[in-house]
């Protein structure tokens, strides 16, 4: 196999979680550079997923210079998504960046463009796209077996699960709170299936309106409000130019038991489609309505529970055979760029109070 020489920028949560791992199990990447602000966090990272060999930086602009590195990972908070990724193609490195894209529509824009000029492919880490659900119901949708999807949800909503590590609740450094953080997987989602990135109109809610309780059941342990600079829960009605309508629902805490995160709900002219109990499809069939739940693990036999891959090998996959194979993006940076433009649209109306029209 021909392994290519990578650079990760941003060695906490999500480089440990998800894209370390996974490039170790996958082994189809050398991890050569290591950065972090925090040098033992790079250090750290090194020892685990790298060689003697690699190389540990503090500034990205130095990693970014390697000749060596082919690719470059942008694992920081949304602040830096934009300049580091931009960086790195410009030093003629492919990028894949975590979600969200960038903090405005205006720095995504910057990063299409550098990618288009630059030639480099730009990736970011939607890796919901790739769960076996998501899979499964891209291709129902493909088919046209759902007819035309004139409604749909997008839904992230959490009960109480506040991220209370790193930057999440800081607005300077992330750009937003739960819409920007979350709701941004699951409108990533819903226009992916819907195969539509022309909105038309997007008017917004934007809450701030328990960030400053206390005792609050939080899944990751007490916010402090002071730090909480970021909303608490934010809504979105959007219309898109053939007429058909989302609604994004996110938070980190809101008082519902209707708690549902990465996930969408589809209705079309001839059947729908929600994740809400794995993945359904409804419809009527012989004039009688059915669900049908697909088996997605092909489990079932004795001594074999049946798996599907992991959603984050197989979005490294799709990166590393963009790089030496030149096989299509799952996730393009195009799309991408729309998701970021809706998301600042409802901020821009939550705190307008008016609509948000597009050309
Ligand atoms: N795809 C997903 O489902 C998912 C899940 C969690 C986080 N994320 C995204 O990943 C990004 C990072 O989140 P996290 O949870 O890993 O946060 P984190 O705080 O755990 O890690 C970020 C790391 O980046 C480092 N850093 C900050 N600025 C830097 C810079 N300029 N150069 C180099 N290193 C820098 C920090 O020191 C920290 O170690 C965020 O944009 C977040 O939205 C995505």
Redesign the pocket.
């Known amino acids: 196999m021909n392994k290519i020489k990578v650079g990760v ?7 440990n979680g ?1 894209h370390l791992p996974a490039i170790k199990r996958n082994g189809n990447m050398k991890i050569v550079a290591f ?4 040098k033992e ?1 790079a250090e750290k990272a090194k020892k685990e997923y790298g060689t003697s060999d690699a190389r540990v930086y503090t500034d ?1 602009k130095e990693l970014v210079k390697e000749k060596d590195i082919q690719a470059v990972y942008v ?4 602040k ?2 934009a300049y ?1 990724s931009i960086a790195a193609m410009e030093a003629g490195k492919h990028v894949m960046c ?3 894209m960038a903090k405005t529509y205006e720095d995504a824009k910057k990063m299409v463009e550098t990618a288009k000029k630059t030639g480099k492919i730009l990736t970011i ?1 939607y ?1 919901n796209r790739f769960r076996a659900d998501s899979g499964y119901l891209k291709r129902v949708c493909e088919n046209g077996e759902l007819g035309e999807v004139y409604y749909a949800k997008a839904h992230a909503i959490r009960r109480r699960a506040v991220p209370t ?3 999440f609740l800081n607005e300077e450094e992330q750009g937003g709170g739960p819409l920007i ?1 979350i709701g941004t ?1 699951a409108l990533d989602l819903t226009l992916w299936m819907m195969n539509n990135y022309e909105p038309e109109v997007v008017m917004g809610s934007v809450y701030r309106k328990l960030a400053d309780q206390t005792e609050t059941g939080n899944a990751f342990g007490e916010w402090d409000p002071k730090e909480f600079t970021v909303e608490d829960s934010a809504f979105g009605f959007i219309k898109m130019k053939n007429g058909a309508t989302i609604n994004l629902e996110a938070s980190w805490a809101l008082n519902t038991l209707d708690v549902d995160e990465a996930k969408t709900t589809l209705c079309g002219t001839k059947a729908g489609a929600d994740m809400k109990d794995g993945l359904r499809i409804n419809g009527v069939k012989y004039n009688k309505q059915y669900v049908e739940k697909p088996d997605l693990n092909s489990g079932g036999v004795a001594f074999y529970e049946g798996e599907s891959e992991k959603a984050e090998d197989i979005e490294q996959k799709v990166f590393y055979e963009a790089i030496t194979k030149g096989k299509e993006l799952v996730v393009k940076p195009e799309q991408a760029l729309v998701v970021t433009q809706i998301l600042e649209a409802i901020y821009e109306s939550g705190r307008t109070g008016k609509p948000v029209y597009f050309n």
């Open positions: 920028i941003g060695c906490g949560g999500i480089a998800k950065c972090d602000i925090i966090r990205y694992l920081t908070p949304n830096s998504h580091i975590e979600k969200p880490g890796q590590w790193g930057v953080d997987h």
